[in-house]
């Protein structure tokens, strides 16, 4: 699973199927068997290995998250929303369940409750360029564009948004060469 790639993945998939099975109780198993397959983008199959995980223990937080994390990029966002606020009540310094709570409630249209989540994702994570970004998107549709903007910034930041020195001398050498390059 660490390794990366769609090989790896498949057979992480199928090592903790099989821990699972050997040990039904085993929740990490279930909880990184989602994650393989929410690499895989597939979805139905990962929300399910969320879910059981937490089925086999309800205290699971990091589970919750991930669950929510996946629920998120699936479109269902009152369920992630529920999920996110077991995990922030119970562990109020989780800063990446902060984040993901903030977008969550901006992509509901939830802005004031995206700004509060995300200024707490920020003030835990202050590099978590996510935590940033969706500050920046709350903060704009609340028409509050100075620290939109600043947020947006700290976001390009974080990210390494800028191409650096090599992108630059590309952009510029192929603008000379190939009358290409134009900004808009």
Same mark, same amino acid.
């Given at each position: 699973?660490?390794?990366?790639?769609?090989?790896?993945?498949?057979?992480?998939? @199928?090592?903790? #199927?099989?821990?699972?099975?050997?040990?039904?109780?085993?929740?990490?198993?279930?909880?990184?068997?989602?994650?393989?397959?929410?690499?895989?983008?597939?979805?139905?199959?990962?929300?399910?290995?969320?879910? $059981?995980? !937490?089925? !086999?223990?309800?205290?699971? %937080? #990091? *589970?919750?998250?991930?669950? /929510? /994390? /996946?629920? &998120?990029?699936?479109?269902?966002?009152? #369920?992630?929303?529920? @999920?996110?606020?077991?995990?922030?009540?119970?562990?109020?310094?989780?800063? %990446?369940?902060?984040?993901?709570?903030? @977008? *969550?409630?901006?992509?509901?249209?939830?802005? /004031?409750?995206? !700004?509060?989540? *995300? =200024?707490?994702?920020?003030? &835990?994570?202050?590099?978590?360029? $996510?935590?940033?970004?969706?500050?920046? #998107?709350?903060?704009? =549709?609340?028409?509050?564009?100075?620290?939109?903007?600043?947020?947006?910034? *700290?976001?390009?930041?974080?990210?390494?948004?800028?191409?650096?020195?090599?992108?630059?001398?590309?952009?510029?050498?192929?603008?000379?060469?190939?009358? %290409?390059?134009?900004?808009?």
């Amino acid at each position: 699973y660490m390794k990366g790639y769609r090989q790896n993945y498949i057979k992480a998939g @199928q090592d903790f #199927e099989s821990a699972l099975k050997l040990d039904p109780t085993y929740s990490t198993a279930a909880l990184y068997a989602g994650r393989v397959y929410n690499a895989l983008y597939e979805d139905q199959k990962a929300l399910q290995f969320f879910r $059981e995980a !937490i089925s !086999i223990d309800p205290d699971y %937080m #990091e *589970a919750r998250a991930s669950y /929510a /994390a /996946a629920l &998120l990029d699936s479109g269902q966002m009152t #369920e992630a929303v529920r @999920q996110l606020n077991v995990v922030t009540q119970r562990n109020p310094k989780d800063g %990446m369940a902060w984040y993901l709570l903030s @977008q *969550a409630y901006a992509r509901e249209g939830d802005y /004031a409750d995206g !700004i509060t989540s *995300a =200024q707490q994702a920020v003030k &835990l994570t202050p590099n978590n360029a $996510e935590a940033h970004f969706w500050l920046a #998107e709350s903060l704009r =549709q609340k028409h509050e564009c100075v620290q939109s903007e600043n947020q947006y910034n *700290a976001y390009l930041s974080l990210s390494n948004f800028n191409s650096g020195f090599g992108g630059k001398l590309d952009y510029y050498v192929a603008g000379f060469l190939f009358g %290409m390059g134009h900004k808009k």
